[in-house]
Every structure is written in C-alpha cells, then in structure tokens.
C-alpha cells in the first residue's frame, strides 16, 4: 500500500507525486487515459513528419514557476526554445504590435504607434522588474501567501503601492487607454488578458494582461524542444527514477472514505487501491466532489457552491500541418511564436460580448501558434507546424455567424468552424489555406474526451474572473488544497491559484499533505540538496 495515491497525471499531480517522493513518501499515479500529461502532451497525428502539441503548447508560466525550476528537470532532459519574437497582434493596414525578446526592442517598436509608448513600456517593465519575482512567489504558494505577501507588500510600497495595486484591478481597456496614448501597447495587453476568459471590460484583465505581457518579456514564451510531450516525460522520468509509480489506463471510479477520512480509491476495474497518509487529486473540483467522492461526505454549503461553479469558456482549436511558412501581410509577425488575430481591443470587446450573449463569434479571436518557428525540430525546414485556437460558449445559443453553428459539433459544425478561424487568418496572412496540407479540428467535445478535466474545452478549470479566485477558488472560503474530507487534497487548476501549467496546485497539495504529518520541514530540506 502506498503512502498516497495521486488521482490524475496532469502537471499538477506529476508535481504533486514528484515532491512526496521527495520528502521519502510511497506514491502511486493513477491515469485514466493511456498516456500521462492530461494538457501537456504532443504526438505526429496531424502528419506524420510534423510535432503537433494537442493542448497547451507556450509556457511562460513554466519557465517563471519557482515549482518547476526546484525539481530540476533539465537533468531529466528538458530543454527549452523561443522564437526570434515572442508574440505580435498584426492589424489589417499592415502595422504590427510586437513583443519582442529584448525591453529596448519592444519599446522601439511601439513607439512606431506613439511616441512616448516606448517610454511608458519600459515604464512599466521597471515596476515588474522590482514586484515580479515576489509578485509570481505569492501567486504560486497556498492562500494566504503570508511571507511571500509580505515581501510583495514591501516591494509594492516601493513601487507606489496603492497605484499599482489600482492598475491589477483595472479592465485591460482603461489600462491601456491610461499607459499608452497609441492601440501598439493595448493591443499587447488586451490580447494577453484574453488568454484567459476575461473580456477587456472585466475587472482584474488588467492585471492579468499585464501579468502575462511582462512575463513574455522578461521569460518569453518558451517551448520545449521536441514538442510539449516532453515536459512531462521528464516529470514521469524524475518521479520513476525516484522510486513513484505512474499506472495509465486506470479510471478512478470513487475515493474510499471511511470515518470521514478518505484510505484510498477505487477503479473501473474493480481494484482498491489504498493509502496509508493522504489521496490527491489532480481532476475537476465537480468531478471530484460529485462523482469520486460524494454528496453524503460533503457539506451542504460546498453542494450548493458548486452548483454556482463557473467554467471558463469553452475552446475550439485546429491544427495544420503546413507547406511554408504563413504569408503575414505585416512582417513581423513572421518571426513570432505566439500571433494574436483580431480587428484591435474593438474586436476582442465584440468577441468577448458574443460569448457572453451565448452567441458563436462571427469573427473569432484566435491565437495561433507558430511551433517551427519557436522549434525547428518540429516539422521539416521550409514548412510550419502550426495551430489556432478560438473561444465558443460553454452553452451555445445561437451562431453569430453564416453557419447556425447550435453546439452539438456534429462534422458539419467542426468543419464549419474551422473554416472561420482559417478564414479570420487568411484576413491578415493572404494565401495562408494554399499552404494547408493536412489539418486536425479539436472540439471543445473532443478536448474533453481527451483530457476530462478540459470540460467541454474549458482550458482553465474554471473562470479566471476575480469572484472565482484566491478565497473564492474554487467556491468561497476555500482558496487551499485542503477539502471536508480529512486526507484528500485538490491538486488540480480548479484550485488556487488556476490555470496555466506552473506546477502550483500539485505543490500546494503536496505540501498540505506533507504538513498534516509533520513533515513540511523534510520537503524544504530535500529540495535545497
């Protein structure tokens, strides 16, 4: 019998499994589908000469989470790479906001729209520069970050404090309207506020515009080389290596309580499997709390949270395989990993009050990938292993659009969209669908049939929005991976502090349980050898 079970090989509970072997726990990963990763995984299903990363794909969260950079991984194989420029957000006249890899460079480049927009950029990369690291420590360690908090609290004094702090909580609109006299800079941050499910109205999308923006320029928007896949084979490579035990295939049917302590799970298959210390979970918060453990061990109070738990929107994403690199009409969009495609932060407000009315996009938003400029090993020189994904409703209304989209994503309706966001490229890359040689639809159905915890392709496990987060993640007055059920721990993204692939969740679980025995102290001292 192991010390722990982890429910689910995501990132998170890879982390989670990975820092209990560490502190010299037993531990023993049980994945329902045939291979680890949940969202981080690649393979050569578009063609079989191109790396196509299935879900996530640019990870500047990685490459900034003090979680991952503590367990190592480059020992393990991994190795990361970036694209001459981070991301761009082309405009149909042909100018080009850019983010580039170097401060002076991006400034320059903005100051083409306005000029004192290179000033107010650097600006504000000054003030990141001075909260950042303390800021991103206290995003990714348990609610409340009290040490942490207090470090970021000195530095936010520094830094104007009060101000700053007011900038976190603006829409991305008005900060940009605020920071920048011209659309360069605003469309950086509103288009990387959109990463997430907020609209450039919504409170809090400054912040995580802004978040976002100063970590592509102070870390970029890394890859793995060789695909996405290989983040996690080398998580599932230290935690074998370690001693962990990784089972795929094997769906956990229910977590076993007994005495209102959760002793092990339970499979499809009809083994039990038991744990001696503590059970993690690495699944939806709805998933695990109605299907694997119960509403007789729970709170009425969480039952009734629950059903107000609110899911990020869902996605849409297709995949190509393509014969040359995409025509941009602007340029620069050329050398980017990461392009942003729509009609400025007027586009992004359209696109984002259509899915609030329920409605399919007419002209989706869509981030597009381009992975062999950010990896030339993944498709053969002179080609572009490349994808885009756009947003859709979780429950679809009605299609702003031609094609009466309804939701169901029968084939006429996964080709149907997949023609928009072609369509919404070939807008700004004329000659783009000529080059298309072969092509994959992932459907916000066919997301979660292959990774459960993207429920109907809410890539976040929840809303980003600022009432389901800290205190409120993933109902109110939790905010911690600690659950009702003494022993079982939430590892996943429906957990503080969300999504993104950064390893937090499956920390903060892992040091919960190492805590409830007495043992955070050995976890700290095994992670500075």
């Known amino acids: 019998m192991p010390d722990a079970v982890v429910i689910g090989a995501g990132p998170n509970g890879l982390v989670a499994a990975n820092l209990l072997v560490d502190a010299g726990w037993s531990v023993e990963v049980l994945e329902a589908q045939e291979e680890p990763g949940g969202a981080v995984r690649s393979d050569r299903g578009v063609h079989p000469d191109f790396v196509s990363d299935l879900f996530s794909a640019f990870y500047p969260l990685a490459a900034a989470s003090p979680v991952l950079a503590r367990l190592g991984l480059a020992a393990e194989g991994l190795r990361w790479s970036h694209a001459p420029r981070v991301l761009a957000h082309p405009l149909l006249d042909g100018r080009c906001a850019v983010l580039e890899r170097r401060v002076l460079e ?50 936010l004094r520094a830094a104007g404090g009060l101000r700053l702090a007011r900038n976190l909580a603006l829409p991305v609109r008005r900060l940009g309207e605020e920071e920048f006299a011209g659309a360069g800079g605003r469309l950086l941050l509103a288009g990387n506020a959109l990463h997430a499910d907020l609209s450039p109205e919504a409170a809090g999308s400054g912040g995580f515009g802004w978040m976002m923006s100063m970590l592509g320029q102070s870390h970029g928007f890394p890859v793995p080389v060789g695909g996405a896949g290989i983040l996690t084979a080398t998580l599932v490579s230290r935690l074998q290596h370690r001693g962990g035990v990784l089972r795929c295939g094997e769906r956990v ?50 039952l009734w949270d629950l059903e107000r738990f609110q899911w990020d929107f869902a996605t849409f994403k297709v995949d190509w395989a393509l014969g040359g690199p995409v025509p941009w009409t602007a340029p620069q969009a050329a050398g980017a990993g990461t392009v942003h495609l729509a009609d400025g932060i007027d586009g992004l407000t359209r696109f984002a009050s259509q899915i609030a009315m329920g409605q399919v996009p007419a002209e989706p938003f869509a981030l597009l990938g381009q992975m062999t400029t950010a990896d030339p090993s993944r498709s053969p020189a002179g080609t572009e292993s490349a994808w885009a994904y756009t947003h859709v409703p979780q429950r679809i209304a009605s299609d702003a659009g031609p094609d009466h989209i309804t939701g169901q994503w029968d084939a006429r309706e ?10 919404q490229v070939e807008r700004f890359a004329p000659g ?19 990774d459960e915890n993207l429920h109907n392709g809410a890539i976040n496990n929840g809303t980003t929005a600022l009432h389901q987060q800290a205190i409120f993640r993933p109902t109110p007055g939790t905010g911690r991976p600690e659950t009702p059920v003494k022993g079982l721990f939430l590892a996943s993204a429906a957990a503080h502090p969300g999504g993104g692939v950064h390893g937090a969740p499956g920390a903060n679980a892992a040091r919960a349980a190492l805590r409830s025995h007495g043992l ?8 500075r050898i």
Not at 414 to 423: L, S, T
Not at 520 to 527: E, G, S, V, W
């Open 414 to 423: 996964q080709e149907a969209m997949a023609d928009r966001i072609e369509a």
């Open 106 to 155: 991006t400034a320059s480049g903005l100051e083409a729209f306005a000029p004192t927009d290179g000033d107010a950029w650097r600006d504000m990369y000054a003030v990141w520069s001075r909260v950042g690291p303390d800021l991103v420590q206290t995003l990714f360690t348990p609610f409340p970050p009290v040490r942490a908090g207090l470090r970021l609290a000195a530095k």
């Open 432 to 450: 783009f669908r000529a080059l298309i040689g072969a092509r994959r639809i992932l459907a916000p159905t066919t997301l979660q049939a292959m």
């Open 520 to 527: 955070q102290t050995l976890l700290h001292r095994a992670q």
């Open 253 to 302: 049917e229910s977590v076993v309580v007994r005495g209102d302590r959760a002793v092990g799970v339970r499979t499809a298959g009809g083994e039990s499997v038991g744990a001696r210390r503590a059970v993690l979970a690495d699944t939806s918060v709805t998933a695990l709390y109605r299907d694997l453990v119960g509403q007789e061990h729970l709170p009425s109070r969480l």
